[in-house]
């Protein structure tokens, strides 16, 4: 792609921002944060290293907004979904397809998360991925706390395993996941529910 010289927009367009944010996701989640070169980016997108900061001041800021926006939109779902007074297994199914809407909808940025969330909590600048991650928590292990309590789920298996299996089982998707495949997020969704909540042995 040939180079382009962006630097008289000084105020890019949503449209062209957001194809640099999706561009930089790409190039983060592939080669991880810190080997990521602000030229890298740039290369990516067919433009001059220089003319990135027209449109953002720091590669800290990219990776800022690529996970908040990600975020920001996760919570809007689980927000309605939790806010519906929906049954414990109806709440499990309707947070599990939630997530992997998001994964359609933010595949690289769910694997950056993944990879950099542990060492990037730690700067002042991302302490929000602290508080989204206890929140998460908090949500889930409720959900299949209430389950237990109203024998919807077996009181047998232990609460923060059955969570962490849960919650490693969908996310990890973002792995190998790609937009426009041969099924919907929906249906991925679906399948995965069928074998976490009734397992793959057939019935006897």
Do not use: C
């Not at 809407?101 to 991925?129: G, N, P």
Request: proline fraction near 3%.
């Amino acid at each position: 792609m040939p180079k382009q010289n962006d630097s008289k927009n000084v105020t890019p367009s949503p449209a062209r921002r957001g194809e640099l944010l999706a561009t930089a996701a790409e190039v983060f989640a592939a080669q991880g944060y810190n080997a990521t070169t602000v030229r890298k980016i740039a290369d990516e997108a067919g433009m001059l290293a220089g003319s990135l900061y027209y449109h953002f001041d720091s590669k800290e800021s990219i990776l800022d907004e690529i996970l908040s926006t990600f975020l920001d939109e996760l919570w809007q779902g689980y927000d309605e979904v939790l806010a519906a007074g929906l049954g414990p297994r109806e709440t499990i199914e309707a947070l599990v397809t939630e997530s992997f809407r998001e994964i359609d909808r933010h595949r690289a940025a769910v694997a950056i998360y993944q990879k950099e969330s542990r060492h990037l909590a730690k700067q002042e600048r991302f302490a929000y991925l602290v508080e989204s991650q206890q929140k998460f928590e908090k949500a889930w292990l409720g959900t299949l706390e209430r389950g237990v309590a109203a024998q919807v789920f077996r009181s047998d298996l232990d609460i923060r395993l059955t969570y962490r299996f849960v919650r490693d089982t969908v996310w990890v998707a973002a792995s190998w996941y790609r937009p426009g495949g041969q099924h919907s997020p929906e249906e991925i969704a679906r399948q995965y529910l069928s074998m976490v909540l009734d397992g793959i042995a057939v019935r006897t």
